[in-house]
T-cell receptor, first 112, second 115 residues
Framework: RKEVEQDPGPFNVPEGATVAFNCTYSNSASQSFFWYRQDCRKEPKLLMSVYSSGNEDGRFTAQLNRASQYISLLIRDSKLSDSATYLCVVTQRSNSGYALNFGKGTSLLVTP | DGGITQSPKYLFRKEGQNVTLSCEQNLNHDAMYWYRQDPGQGLRLIYYSQIVNDFQKGDIAEGYSVSREKKESFPLTVTSAQKNPTAFYLC??????????????FGPGTRLTVL
């Protein structure tokens, strides 16, 4: 089983739609969770961290469910500029080191 | 401006040649990382370093080497032993895990093509 799994999509949605992405992780000792956005042929950029209490940043809402080992990202009122690949990232820390695991990404295309 | 830079942006190499990719950061981050990304794939960790003159292998270190002589710099050498080096290489940096946010910040990447 992969450490971090995401539905690769693509998700094709019209402007103004609400879209949700899910991500599951296999290591229950995971400690930090993030969503990154990656545009075509560019580097990933941090979109938001994900906390157990959930967090919201404008049109974006992230949720973490530790019991189910599940992270979600909700985008409301989609814009054309939201078209990108969204990467789920999970970290684990231990005495022996530090691991950061990336999902393969979910592709979003917002159409006019 | 604080940030992380990589050079060159595009690099072409003949088979059998070693090539070194540059990564520099002025964010005062202790930790630096190298990843490769292949089309349709997630990022895979090649090497990381948490302190000067020390570094650890990631998941796919074979055929690569690194050095960390300065806090700001973490160059990656792709050797001729790397069987499939054509990829997008991303460098990242962060504060030390446990001493602040785990957030990693990425450079713009180097796209390496072996001819």
């Amino acid at each position: 089983r992969k450490e971090v799994e995401q539905d690769p999509g693509p998700f094709n949605v019209p402007e103004g739609a609400t879209v949700a992405f899910n991500c599951t992780y296999s290591n229950s000792a995971s400690q930090s969770f993030f969503w990154y956005r990656q545009d075509c042929r560019k580097e990933p950029k941090l979109l938001m961290s994900v906390y157990s209490s959930g967090n919201e940043d404008g049109r974006f809402t992230a949720q973490l469910n530790r019991a189910s080992q599940y992270i979600s990202l909700l985008i409301r009122d989609s814009k054309l500029s939201d078209s990108a690949t969204y990467l789920c990232v999970v970290t684990q820390r231990s005495n022996s080191g530090y691991a950061l695991n990336f999902g393969k990404g979910t592709s979003l295309l917002v159409t006019p | 401006d604080g940030g992380i830079t990589q050079s060159p942006k595009y690099l072409f190499r003949k088979e059998g040649q070693n090539v070194t990719l540059s990564c520099e950061q002025n964010l005062n981050h202790d930790a630096m990382y190298w990843y490769r990304q292949d089309p349709g794939q997630g990022l895979r960790l090649i090497y990381y370093s948490q302190i000067v003159n020390d570094f650890q292998k990631g998941d796919i270190a074979e055929g690569y080497s690194v050095s960390r002589e300065k806090k700001e710099s973490f160059p990656l050498t792709v050797t001729s032993a790397q069987k499939n080096p054509t990829a997008f290489y991303l460098c990242a940096s962060s504060q030390l895990p446990g001493q602040g946010t785990d957030t990693q910040y990425f450079g713009p990447g180097t796209r390496l093509t072996v001819l």
